[in-house]
């Protein structure tokens, strides 16, 4: 080396920084040893400082060098296009062709190289350019030398041509993935734009799509880079399919659009048998078979028949799945074809069942305006015959089909339920759409009620068969109130058609192998009929309405006298024969002149009396008792009597005897047992009396025994007399202080009565804790009574 010193000079500057480090190294070691030697100490560590955080990166470089070369791709490919459009005209012939050619060889060219050094993002984006250049060379082709063709044909032509060129160049350079997909991408246009351009028609058009879509399915199938066709060979088929399901409705019967919808079905159903997964295409193709095989053989003109070809061939589909339910070696064909196939079957079932079940309503529905005219004797008008009968047809082969499926698959309990209602659907509106006489349909109608009742009775073990029965149940109910309704056109018909359903009810509610639920509902029937009928009844006979009360409540009698009977369904039976009674109450207070009301209310009594002699009501007995008070009151309150306690006083007098006789008897007995009846036969009538009578006497002598009542139920601890006895005297006391009160009321200034209130509310609110005390031992106290 070079330096400005001498030699001397460096070596005396380099001895001299070599004594200084070996002066400085010492220092250094005797530091270290005399640390060594102090005791140890826990010194706090000092935590090493954290070298900063690089910074975060958006993105990553791979995905930076794609979105660079794709933009320089895209910059390029709208240069060559501004090139080709705007400055064409600058060039003769030769250097147009020369340019294209020259720059379009050069993309298509580039990715060799750049492949062979690793750059394959590089290569895909000029391998795009090229792609795109070819598209600008078929326009450039089009534009100098072919602008004669039609713009569509030539379309057409081109994307043939550059779907080869593309698959081909993809073929020549497998290290690029892009020219397969634009390969297929431009291979969905060829035929659809030539069928265009020869201006064919639809059914023609769902052919090219159709044929585009094989082409498709088969190079996605032997070409795995080929992938890009399944979705665009699916969209196609669908189109196709579109296409063949509204000609075949514009034109029924013609075979066009059939051939087009089975040849839909052939290439649906072998995609499906190829590839495991691909039991949409069977379903689509199950469709396009229905429709291609029941097209051509439904009649024209018949909505109704066109259904049922199309439901026969539906539940023909689905045969392979109930083949391989039952595990038979014909079940050969793979999973993805049945489950396709039974899928459309099912389909197109359902939707021929709800058409059915939407053509019934109206029919059954035009029966309630029977209500408008009752025992008119007009029959509603029926359907056609034609497509009644298809209707019914179509209900009922629906039905068997459910069932059918119900019986291959237990596990599934919807089948059975919708085998019940589509049956006893197709049952019951078949004579209706056949236009049978009104007598065979009645006849018909319960028939078909009874069986679902039938059903619904039918003993079965808890789990799925309980929606059969309750879908039973459902249709008995509404075929029930459908026949009864339809049944209003006619005298004799109504009282057939409600004894018949009285009589099933009673069977059915008697039936105790049944479900408990189903007889208690045949129970509630049954009484609910009986009273109908004998509604109807008295309607023929011509009594008024105010006397239906007494043979209405021979209805509850009777559920009162078979009650042991009844069993396990007693309260259900019950509890509909009080509604009877009430309704036989609301039909006797239908009279103003209440004449009719105090039988009913006496006839109510004895019922609820007969009742409470059993031991399990024996809380009926208060019914017992207010309904003959009741009776008794309107009894008197009709007759005009002014003096009501001649009449209650001979029944107070021996109902009093008689209590006293219990509690001797029975020291438990309760004074509201033994004292209350009697007591409140005269009280009541009495108090009633006394706020209508203007003179003092009457008040005076109910007054004073209340205040007997009251002191002798304070003396003999006794509950009964003594509230009702303190009621009554606080009601006479404040029926001979209300004059005096409103006189008082009316001289107060209008502040005072709320400045009291307010005084009051606060007095309570202070001495709230010692009130509720006091309320207490009131309540103690009056417990402590007999």
């Not at 064409?88 to 379009?104: D, K, M, P, Q, Y």
């Not at 009986?530 to 509850?556: D, K, M, Q, R």
């Not at 002014?642 to 309760?670: I, K, N, Q």
Request: charged share 10%; net charge positive.
């Amino acid at each position: 080396m070079n330096t400005p010193l001498s030699p001397a000079e460096e070596l005396a500057l380099i001895a001299g920084e070599l004594a200084r480090l070996d002066a400085r190294r010492a220092h250094l070691a005797a530091r270290r040893d005399w640390l060594l030697r102090l005791p140890p100490t826990p010194w706090p560590s000092t935590p090493a400082p954290t070298p900063p955080s690089p910074p975060v990166k958006d993105a990553s470089g791979r995905g930076a060098q794609n979105v660079l070369l794709t933009l320089g791709a895209v910059l390029l490919s709208v240069a060559a296009l501004a090139f080709t459009l705007v400055s064409w005209g600058s060039l003769g012939i030769a250097g147009r062709a020369a340019v294209l050619a020259v720059v379009t060889a050069g993309a298509l060219v580039a990715p060799l190289p750049l492949l062979r050094r690793g750059l394959r993002s590089t290569a895909e984006s000029v391998a795009a350019l090229g792609l795109s250049l070819t598209v600008l060379d078929a326009y450039a082709v089009h534009a100098v030398g072919m602008s004669g063709i039609d713009g569509v044909a030539y379309t057409a032509g081109a994307a043939a041509v550059l779907a080869a060129l593309w698959a081909g160049y993809g073929r020549a350079l497998p290290g690029l993935r892009l020219p397969w997909p634009v390969a297929v991408a431009a291979a969905q246009f060829p035929l659809p734009l030539a069928a265009l351009a020869s201006a064919a028609d639809p059914v023609g058009l769902g052919w090219a799509l159709l044929a585009t879509a094989a082409l498709d399915v088969g190079a996605a199938m032997t070409m795995a880079r080929a992938r890009a066709a399944w979705p665009a060979g699916a969209a196609l088929g669908v189109a196709a399919l579109a296409i063949g399901l509204v000609e075949s409705a514009l034109t029924p019967g013609a075979m066009a659009p059939a051939l087009l919808l089975a040849a839909v079905a052939a290439l649906g159903v072998a995609v499906a048998w190829r590839v495991p997964r691909a039991w949409a295409a069977a379903l689509a193709g199950g469709l396009a078979a229905v429709v291609a095989v029941g097209g051509p053989l439904s009649p024209r003109g018949d909505t109704g028949w066109v259904v049922v070809a199309h439901l026969a061939v539906a539940l023909v589909l689905t045969l392979p799945a109930a083949v391989g339910a039952t595990a038979l070696p014909a079940a050969a064909l793979p999973a993805a074809v049945r489950r396709g196939l039974a899928g459309a079957g099912l389909g197109v079932a359902a939707a021929a069942a709800l058409w059915a079940l939407a053509s019934v309503a109206p029919a059954l529905s035009s029966r309630l305006r029977v209500l408008g005219e009752v025992w008119a004797a007009t029959t509603p008008e029926a359907d056609r015959p034609g497509t009644g009968a298809a209707v019914a047809v179509t209900l009922l082969v629906t039905a068997g089909a459910a069932a059918r499926a119900a019986r291959l698959f237990p596990a599934r309990p919807e089948a059975g339920v919708l085998a019940v209602v589509l049956g006893w659907a197709g049952l019951f509106a078949a004579p209706v759409l056949l236009g049978f006489p009104v007598a065979v349909v009645l006849a018909a109608h319960l028939s078909v009620t009874v069986a679902a009742g039938a059903l619904a009775l039918r003993p079965r073990p808890a789990g799925p068969g309980t929606g059969i029965g309750i879908a039973a149940a459902g249709c008995a109910l509404l075929g029930a109130g459908s026949t009864a309704v339809g049944a209003l056109d006619g005298r004799l018909a109504t009282v057939l058609v409600l004894g018949t359903l009285t009589a099933a009810g009673a069977a059915g509610a008697a039936y105790r192998p049944g479900p408990r639920w189903a007889r208690g509902g045949a129970a509630v029937l049954a009484v609910g009929w009986a009273t109908a009928l004998v509604v109807a009844l008295c309607a023929l006979s011509g009594l008024a309405v105010a006397w239906w009360a007494p043979p209405v409540l021979a209805v509850p009698a009777a559920v009162v006298a078979f009650g042991p009977r009844w069993g396990a369904v007693r309260v259900p039976a019950e509890a509909a024969s009080i509604a009877s009674g009430v309704l036989a109450l609301a039909l006797a207070a239908s009279d103003p002149s209440a004449r009719a009301l105090a039988p009913a209310l006496a006839l109510a009594g004895v019922v609820c009396a007969a009742a409470a002699v059993r031991a399990d009501r024996r809380r009926l007995g208060w019914a017992a008792w207010a309904l003959f008070v009741a009776a008794t009151w309107v009894r008197l309150s009709a007759s005009g009597v002014a003096w009501p306690e001649a009449y209650t006083l001979p029944v107070t007098v021996p109902a009093l005897v008689v209590g006293f006789v219990r509690r001797r008897r029975d020291p438990a007995a309760s004074s509201w047992t033994a004292y209350a009846p009697g007591l409140a036969a005269t009280l009541l009538p009495a108090l009633i009396a006394a706020w209508g009578d203007p003179h003092w006497q009457r008040p005076l002598l109910l007054g004073l025994a209340a205040l007997v009542l009251t002191l002798v139920g304070a003396r003999q601890r006794l509950q009964a007399p003594l509230l009702l006895g303190g009621a009554t005297l606080a009601a006479v006391a404040l029926h001979e202080l209300a004059p005096y009160v409103v006189q008082v009321v009316g001289a107060l200034p209008r502040w005072l009565p709320p400045a009291l209130a307010g005084l009051l509310l606060l007095l309570v609110g202070a001495t709230y804790e010692r009130r509720l005390r006091d309320a207490r031992r009131l309540r103690n106290a009056f417990g402590r009574l007999g």
